[in-house]
């Protein structure tokens, strides 16, 4: 059972660059999520969808992007990585995105380094 | 926004003990959810209350669904080492439909 699948697993970077988080899900979910975490901050939603071609901001979208060509890949870009982008990053998704019900699975988590 | 808030923030506990958490909210949830995240990975969902004062169980974990929709609790019962971990509770924001967290309890269990 995959669930969700992130990769790379963790990467380190140098500033400036240009990275792509992956995530892939199985489960035929409508909704996805990205969500950084950082330690005393806890989870803080980066850019959503609810369904293929639609993506939405989160709490702090600034210097990512996302898109949502299909149902189940939902990559993270960021297109040129500071130091502050340091961070645990995890994708998560739920069967619909327009409810005030249902069940939230994570990735793995992606642990990115900025230098 | 909502925000929840969770207690204790950390436990350390005695292999054998029996822990509670909690976790109260400003709003109505309509879903409780609560997770695990051992570190270095992802959170675990380990339970999920659809219903005010539902009861719900998955091993020696109990969670419950406040009868006010504004809180749930999580019960461990007979901890083990295992047990050890950051769990949190969390649910959807009837108003935006995105996840909202709670602070997170720290769990220790000493053998």
């Known amino acids: 059972i995959a669930g969700i699948t992130q990769a790379p697993t963790s990467q380190i970077l140098a500033a400036g660059r240009r990275m792509t988080l992956r995530c892939t899900q199985d489960?035929?979910?409508?909704?996805m999520y990205w969500y950084r975490q950082d330690l005393g901050l806890g989870l803080r939603l980066i850019h959503y969808?609810?369904?293929?071609?639609?993506?939405g901001k989160g709490e702090v979208p600034d210097g990512y992007s996302v898109s949502r060509a299909n149902t189940d890949d939902f990559p993270l870009t960021l297109a040129s990585a500071v130091p502050s982008q340091t961070s645990v990053y995890f994708c998560?998704?739920?069967?619909?995105?327009?409810?005030?019900?249902?069940?939230?699975?994570f990735g793995e988590g992606s642990r990115l380094t900025v230098l | 926004g909502q925000q929840l808030n969770q207690s204790p923030q950390s436990m350390f506990i005695q292999e054998g003990e029996d822990v509670s958490m909690n976790c109260t909210s400003s709003?109505?949830?309509?879903?409780w959810l609560w997770y695990k995240q051992e570190p270095g990975e992802g959170p675990v969902l380990l339970i999920a209350?659809?219903?005010?004062?539902e009861l719900t169980s998955n091993g020696r974990l109990t969670a419950q669904f406040g009868i006010t929709r504004k809180d749930s609790f999580l019960n461990i019962s007979a901890s083990i080492p295992s047990d050890v971990g950051i769990y949190f509770c969390?649910?959807?924001?009837?108003?935006?439909?995105?996840?909202?967290f709670g602070t997170g309890t720290r769990l220790k269990v000493l053998a």
């Open positions: 998560a998704s739920s069967e619909e995105g327009s409810s005030d019900t249902g069940e939230l699975f």
């Open positions: 489960m035929r979910h409508n909704a």
């Open positions: 969808s609810n369904t293929a071609g639609t993506t």
């Open positions: 709003s109505i949830f309509n879903t």
């Open positions: 209350l659809y219903k005010a004062g």
């Open positions: 969390a649910g959807p924001d009837s108003g935006t439909y995105k996840y909202i």
